[in-house]
Each structure stands twice: as structure tokens, then as C-alpha cells.
């Protein structure tokens, strides 16, 4: 099927899209993907489609009518070929849908393009007609306006930006890399491009080359950064416009960069088998996306020490507050990675006020899990760069089976050492931190109870701290200008007392109070103390008496171990590529 795509009223939001089909058949059965390829999530583009209709190449009307939420049946009649035209609705700046408005157009192909169910493997063209002076980036073969794809998979794998945006090109490894910038904010491009490639020329060696010809980065500003989305030779970017400055901010901004480009390698290429060939009009499950999402999040700030932007210290503190979240999420104790990874449809995309307790996020299980199996390698003198190049030359063709994983660690670290790994940690719910072999990099593992709900670990407490930690109340408070619980931690005095989440605290023994004063309350009546609340309960005012308690000790941070080898420090090195830290104090 060839497409054409125009936006000849963008301020509509409306992209107009032709695709053409030849030798139709009889009767053509033709789909929208219901998901897109590494957002698992049944999104239901179809929702945004109006106005189909069909014709054949004599411009003779040809019948064309719904047989379920996003599947067409075609009435060709043996036409030589039959063009389909209809409207998208897009208004939707996200990286997995599309966005049309009078400064840009954007689209990831799987929001966009029918297929013709059974021929998704034949070759695909597109055309894009621009706005007078608009320019069109797209990792896709060919331009400047005309592209060219293997097939419909290749096609909805590169997202097109259609706009004024600015581009800087640079060379890598041999290979072409191009950046597309959308947007206005603080980024000063020359030095943007020049870290990316930092990242590539990093990313790449570590995994023995560059696996595509070339390479787009497609970067929208927006108010705040919203993530990004991997494809085979591109990758769309969401950061916030002020996400280069101060250094920290720069920082987890080039982390986004690195996650979302490491996988290139890890789910691009080294995917998951129970995904191939992919099923768009439903889901397809696997327990793997603990390893492609988790080993990818810990590799994103690896990544930044390794190449030079972060020190050890930094980095460190970062797994300190990864450690922190998970020991803080209940739901961990209840949702095992693999589980998380298989229930994705439901559960990660779909968050609700329960989901901290009920469940975890297989991104952070994972890269907890990543860290933990990295030392343990490390222990036996391997590592886990080792394994994932044995998974990338092993199965990068054919996909990795379920037990891949498993399978590939036993030979490295024995049956008995894999077995007994992954059904703690993979297939159970017990804590990674209880695996994590730190001595043999020379740190050491803290605990600790939270100074504040603002308190994300990974260093000591700080000195002096007003009346130590306060009292334990156990609640999310959301962002908003109410001050309402987002979410009631499982066996929190507040869960006990009767807090609901969704209710807006107004007053606390009879006086208003903000978020900043509620806190101080905290800190005043400590562990044995109790909060008189007032609330608004679905419009009714009620009073909510919670006596506090002690907070749990479940900040975590990782430090250097006093007395720590020379041999050590060496390994320390040779993991993260920094010096070693000096000692911090708690």
C-alpha cells in the first residue's frame, strides 16, 4: 500500500490521508493498529478516524463500511487498485500518537496508516505535502518528500516531523545522526548535538557497532518532559523546555536521551519472541519487559558516568533513589517483575490511586533487578555487558524466548545460582537489595526513615534535621492547588485510620493548612502524636482522627565502605568507569 499525507489546514488538526492499494481483490479487510510497538497499551487510534471512503482507479465509488472498532471491509470487485481516503484527528502531542497544529506536524505511523490485513510484509511509499515552507525529517528511505519503507512495519517504525524545526547533523562510528528539534526553549543545540554523539560513540562501542546506515532524534520542547519512545532508527523525545539547565536537570535529560537510543539494541533488535511477528489489532503479552525496559533504565545512567557526565557519586545516587522507590512501593511485595512485565496492558499505563499497592512498575523492578544481577556477575568475573552481548549475537535475529534470559545467566553463573536468582527476584517479590553483592565494589547499603514526603534518598540525612523525621502519616499528596491524597499507602496509619484517596484535606485541629503546614505538623506532634483532619469527602465534610507513628526506615542509599581494598576500587572503576568516590558521612 502506498499513502499520501497532507495537512493543507493544520489549524483543524485534520491530517488528510490517501493510501493506495493495488490489486485489491474481491474483498480487502483493512485495519488501524489498536497499540503501537513499545507503548503496551491498547490506545484505539480508530477513535480519530472519520470521513472513509473508497473508489477504484477510474475515481468509481467502491463500497467501504465498518466491520468493528478500527477493521474496514472493502468491496473491490476486482479493481486493479482501490483508493482510500479519510481524516485523522490529531491533537494529541504525545510521542506515540500525532499532533497537527499551525507550527509542526508529527505522527507516529501506527495513529495514521491502515494496513490491508495479510500483506503488512510488502513494500509501502509515502508522499508528504507540506506547508510552503515546512520540511519533512523522517528516518525513513528516501525524501525529500517522497519515502520508501520494506513494509508496513518499517513504515509505522519511523515517525515523521513535518514543521520549521531546527536540525543539526553530526558523524558517529562511521554513521549518519541527525537531530530535529521542534519547540523553543533553553537548549543550546551545538552542544546538545555534541553530547548526543558523546552517548552514540559510548552506547555503540559497548555494543561492538552501529546496527542501522542512520539515525533520527526527534526532539519536542514542551512544558515538561513526557519521555520518549524508541524506533528501529529513530526516536521521538519529549523534554522539557528548560531541561538543560541546572546540571542535574541536563543530566536526566541526556538519561532520556540514552535509554531511549540504547534501545536500538535492546527491544529493536533484541526483542522479545512472544511480540514477533507484531499482532496491532491486539495484545501480545511477555514476561521480558522487566529486562528490555528495567536493563535499559539502569544502563541510561551508566551510561552517563561511563561517557563523563555524571560522577560516581552521582550515580550512585541515583540507584540510591531507585532503591528507595521500590522498598517504598508495597505493591513490590505483592507483583513480581515477571507479572508486572506480563500485566503491562492493565496495569502500568492505567495507573489509579490503588496502583502503588497493588503493583510495581516493571521499569524500576527491573533496572533494581539489572543492578543486583550486574554485581552478582561481576562477583564471578563477568558482568552484565557480557550477558547482553550473548543475548544480542545469540537471539537478534529470532527474538529471545521466554526462558532466554534465565537460560543465558545459567551459563554464566551456573543452574543452581540462575535458578535460584530469578525465583526470588524475577518470578518472586523478594527485594532485590537482599541480592545485591556491593562488597565486591566496595560500597555499602544504608537505611534510613524519610525527612519528608519530598525526602527521594540516595544520600545520608542531612544534619541538624528540626525535630528528626516527625511522625508517619502514609499518603500521597497530589500537585494541584487542593491539597488532596492522590494515593493511601497499605498499612499506613492513615490507611488504618480511615484516610481515603481523593480527599481534600482543609483544616487539621480546626485551622486551615497547606501542604507546607501540614508537614510541619508532622514534624511537631512526631511518632506518638495524632492529626485532627477535616475533609471533603465526595462534597461531605468529615473529621478523620489518624494517630501517627514511627516512620519505616525505607530510604535507601548505597556509599563507600570504609577500609574498601585497593582491588575494589579498581572493580568500582571498572563498572561505572568514574573514580572512586570519597566516603560521605551518615
Keep these: 500500500m502506498d499513502y499520501r499525507v497532507s495537512m493543507d489546514e493544520p489549524h483543524r488538526h485534520l491530517f488528510d490521508v490517501e493510501a493506495r492499494l493495488e490489486r485489491p481483490g474481491d474483498v480487502a479487510v483493512l485495519a488501524l493498529p489498536v497499540w503501537t510497538p513499545g507503548s503496551y497499551l491498547v490506545r484505539e487510534f480508530a477513535r480519530n478516524v472519520e470521513g472513509v471512503r473508497a473508489e477504484d482507479e477510474r475515481g468509481r465509488p467502491l463500497r467501504i463500511e465498518r466491520l468493528d472498532k478500527q477493521r474496514f471491509r472493502l468491496v473491490a470487485g476486482g479493481a ?3 483508493v482510500i481516503r479519510y481524516r485523522v484527528y490529531a491533537n494529541d502531542l504525545t510521542v506515540r500518537t500525532s499532533h497537527l497544529d499551525g507550527t509542526h506536524g508529527y505522527w507516529n505511523g501506527a495513529s495514521l496508516f491502515l494496513y490491508a490485513e495479510g500483506r503488512e510484509g510488502e513494500p509501502c511509499a509515502l508522499e508528504v505535502v507540506a506547508p ?3 520540511r519533512v525529517s523522517t528516518a525513513l528511505g528516501g525524501g525529500p518528500s517522497r519515502f520508501t519503507a520494506p513494509d508496513y512495519h518499517a513504515l509505522v517504525d519511523a515517525p515523521v516531523e513535518v514543521g520549521r524545526h531546527r536540525i543539526a547533523r553530526f558523524t558517529a562510528l562511521g554513521k549518519e545522526h541527525e537531530l530535529a528539534v521542534w519547540g523553543e526553549g533553553t537548549l543550546d543545540l551545538e552542544r546538545f548535538a555534541a553530547d548526543v554523539r558523546r552517548i552514540v560513540e559510548h552506547l555503540g562501542g559497548l555494543m561492538g557497532g552501529l546496527p542501522y546506515e542512520r539515525y533520527l532524534f526527534l526532539v519536542h520542547l514542551s512544558e515538561k518532559r513526557k519521555g520518549g519512545l524508541e524506533h528501529g532508527s529513530s526516536t521521538t523525545l519529549h523534554v522539557a523546555r ?10 536526566e535529560t541526556l ?3 540514552a535509554h531511549e537510543f540504547f534501545h536500538a539494541w535492546n527491544v529493536k533488535r533484541l526483542k522479545p519472541r512472544a511480540l514477533l511477528p507484531y499482532d496491532y489489532a491486539r495484545e501480545q503479552y511477555t514476561r521480558l519487559l522487566w529486562w528490555f525496559e528495567g536493563v535499559t533504565s539502569y544502563y541510561d545512567h551508566l551510561a552517563l558516568a561511563r561517557a563523563g557526565f555524571i560522577d560516581g557519586q552521582k550515580l550512585l545516587q541515583h540507584l540510591g533513589e531507585e532503591l528507595t522507590a521500590l522498598a517504598r512501593t508495597p505493591g513490590a511485595r505483592k507483583m513480581s517483575p515477571e507479572e508486572a512485565s506480563f500485566l503491562a496492558w492493565v496495569k502500568l499505563y492505567r495507573p489509579d490511586e490503588n496502583s502503588v499497592n497493588s503493583g510495581v512498575s516493571y521499569y524500576l523492578a527491573g533496572e533494581c533487578v539489572a543492578f543486583a544481577l550486574d554485581l552478582l556477575l561481576r562477583r564471578a568475573g563477568r558482568s552484565l555487558d557480557e550477558l547482553l552481548l550473548r543475548l544480542y549475537r545469540r537471539y537478534g535475529a529470532e527474538g529471545v524466548p521466554e526462558d532466554g534470559v534465565e537460560r543465558e545467566v545459567a ?3 551456573g543452574e543452581d545460582a540462575a535458578r535460584a536468582f530469578f525465583d526470588a527476584h ?5 527485594p532485590p537489595t537482599e541480592a545485591l553483592a556491593l562488597e565486591h565494589l566496595g560500597l555499602a547499603l544504608h537505611r534510613r526513615k524519610a525527612e519528608g514526603p519530598e525526602d527521594k534518598g540516595g544520600t545520608p540525612a542531612r544534619p541538624g534535621q528540626k525535630n528528626g523525621p516527625g511522625g508517619w502519616l502514609g499518603v500521597d499528596l497530589g500537585g494541584n492547588a487542593k491539597l488532596t491524597v492522590s494515593a493511601v499507602r497499605a498499612g499506613s496509619p492513615a490507611e488504618r485510620a480511615g484516610l481515603y484517596a481523593e480527599d481534600e484535606i482543609i483544616a487539621e485541629g480546626g485551622f486551615k493548612v497547606d501542604k507546607a503546614q501540614l508537614l510541619e505538623r508532622l514534624k511537631e506532634r512526631g511518632p506518638s502524636g495524632e492529626l485532627r483532619l477535616h475533609v471533603f469527602r465526595r462534597e461531605a465534610l468529615l473529621e478523620v482522627r489518624v ?3 514511627e516512620p519505616p526506615e525505607d530510604t535507601l542509599w548505597l556509599a563507600p565502605r570504609e577500609g574498601a581494598s585497593e582491588g575494589e576500587r579498581e572493580a568500582f572503576q571498572r563498572w561505572c568507569g568514574a573514580p572512586w568516590p570519597a566516603k560521605r558521612e551518615g
Excluded: I, K, Q
Design 80 to 82: 486493479a487498485r482501490a
Design 132 to 134: 510552503e515552507g515546512w
Design 242 to 251: 528548560t531541561g538543560f539547565h541546572p546540571p542535574d536537570a541536563y543530566a
Design 255 to 257: 538519561s532520556l536521551v
Design 411 to 413: 551459563e554464566l553463573l
Design 426 to 430: 524475577v518470578r518472586g517479590t523478594v
Design 547 to 549: 494517630p501517627l507513628a
